[in-house]
C-alpha cells in the first residue's frame, strides 16, 4: 500500500521534491514548492479544461443557434489551440503543462462544427470534422518537422490577436455578446493567466510564454464584455 501510494505522488513530484517532502520533511524547499504548485496548478487547468466549453455548447444546442459567434473566429482559435498542442507533444514537455490542449481543441472542434451545422449546412460540418481530424494526425503523428511547428506556435499571437479581436468587434457592433457563455469565457481568462506561471516553471520556453500572455489580454477583454453587455443580453430575452 505504501508503494502504491509512493507511486502515485511521484506522479505529480520528482523523486527530489519527494525525498525533501517525506525522507527529510523539509517542506519549504523553494524549487520544490514552485515545481510542486506549478504541477498541481497545471493538473487543475486539464481538469478543468474538461468542461471549460461544454456551457458553451450547450448553450448552442440548447437554443439551436450559433448566432454571434464567429466562425472565423472559431477556426483561428482552433488553429492556434491545435498548433500549440502538437507543438507542446512533440518538444515531449509534461502532460500537465499543455494537456488542456487537447480537451480545448476536441471542444472547440465541435462548436466550430456546431456554427456550421446551424448557421450553414451539414455537408460542410462534416468535410470540416474530417478535414480537421486528418490535419491532427500529420501534426502529431510525428509527420511534421519541429521547426515548422515553432512557426506555427510563432504564428499563434497573430492569429489569436485577430481571433480574439474579431470575436471582440463582433461583440461590439451587437452590442451584445449573443451565444457565448459568461462561464467559458472567464475560465479561460483566468486558465491563460495560470498558464504563463506553468510554462516559466515547466518548460521555459520564451514563444509559449509570450503566446499566454497575448492569451490572458485577449480573453480578458472578451470577458469584460460578458460584463459590460451583460444587462443588454438579459433585456433582449425578456
Known amino acids: 500500500m505504501a508503494d502504491l501510494v509512493r507511486r502515485v505522488i511521484l506522479l505529480v513530484l520528482s523523486q527530489h521534491c519527494y525525498d525533501e517532502y517525506f525522507i527529510n520533511f523539509n517542506f519549504f524547499d523553494g524549487p520544490c514548492l514552485r515545481a510542486t504548485l506549478s504541477t498541481v496548478l497545471g493538473l487543475g487547468i486539464v481538469a478543468g479544461s474538461v468542461m471549460v466549453k461544454v ?45 488542456e490542449g487537447f480537451f480545448l481543441a476536441s471542444q472547440t472542434a465541435i462548436i466550430g462544427a456546431l456554427v456550421l451545422f446551424f448557421g450553414r449546412s451539414s455537408k460542410e460540418t462534416v468535410l470540416f470534422t474530417v478535414s480537421y481530424l486528418a490535419i491532427c494526425v500529420i ?62 516553471q515547466d518548460t521555459g520556453d520564451n514563444i509559449l510564454l509570450f503566446t499566454y500572455l497575448c492569451t490572458s489580454i ?11 453587455y451583460w444587462n443588454s443580453d438579459k433585456d433582449k430575452k425578456d
Do not use: H
Open 55 to 99: 456551457p458553451q455548447i450547450t448553450k448552442i444546442l440548447q437554443n439551436k443557434t450559433a448566432e454571434g459567434i464567429s466562425f472565423l473566429s472559431v477556426a483561428l482559435d482552433l488553429f492556434a489551440i491545435t498548433s500549440n498542442m502538437s507543438y507542446n507533444v512533440i518538444k515531449g514537455f509534461p502532460f500537465s503543462a499543455w494537456g
Open 218 to 228: 485577449l480573453n480578458g477583454i472578451i470577458a469584460g464584455q460578458v460584463l459590460w
Open 139 to 200: 501534426l502529431m503523428g510525428g509527420y511534421t518537422p519541429v521547426n515548422i511547428l515553432w512557426s506555427m506556435q510563432a504564428l499563434n499571437v497573430p492569429i489569436i490577436c485577430v481571433s480574439k479581436l474579431i470575436q471582440a468587434v463582433t461583440n461590439y457592433k451587437n452590442r451584445s455578446t449573443g451565444q457565448l457563455s459568461a462561464v467559458t469565457c472567464f475560465m479561460l481568462f483566468f486558465g491563460a493567466l495560470a498558464r504563463v506561471f506553468t510554462t516559466i
